[in-house]
């Protein structure tokens, strides 16, 4: 049986952040709009667990970005497919990160990714080159979270 499932990544930002990788990976940031509408309504919510970012109504401390062509529910707006979960904490990020992404560029397009990357908030730290094994720029997200471009 295939399971389910979806990447969740603490953060400071939620909004900021998925803003950051959705720019990033081409994914869109979910509306819950409806589903934070329906959850107002019923009493089940307060606006306290309501925060508003670029116009739209958000759970306080939560956003999701999914794959664009992947299903989502209509009525909620969350993904069915590639999904990436961002909440807030409350401490700080401390060390190095377990699981990382992978961004992968177009044939020969590794240079032109970085910079895209660099100019969505990204940072370059190191850049690791084991010739035919592959050719790779290590870069941390606006939080400093790590993940690479190869």
């Known amino acids: 049986m295939t399971l389910s499932w979806k990447l969740v990544i603490d953060s400071r930002n939620a909004p900021a952040l998925a803003d950051f990788w959705a720019e990033a990976l081409g994914y869109e940031v979910e509306n819950p709009g409806a ?18 970012h670029r116009g739209r109504k958000t759970f306080r401390g939560y ?8 299903p989502f529910d209509e009525t909620s707006g969350i993904g069915r497919g590639r999904r990436l979960l961002f909440q807030d904490v409350p401490e700080d990020k401390t060390g190095k ?12 397009g590794l240079d032109a990714l970085v910079a895209r990357l660099e100019t969505l908030g990204a940072t370059r730290v190191s850049e690791v080159d084991k010739g035919p094994a592959g050719h790779w720029w290590v870069l941390r997200d606006p939080e400093g979270n790590e993940f690479c471009a190869a």
């Open 97 to 108: 990160n377990r699981l990382h992404l992978d961004i992968h560029a177009e044939p020969g």
């Open 63 to 70: 956003a999701a970005i999914r794959h664009p062509d992947d």
């Open 35 to 52: 589903l934070i509408e329906q959850l107002l309504t019923a009493g089940h919510i307060g606006e306290e667990a309501i925060a508003e």
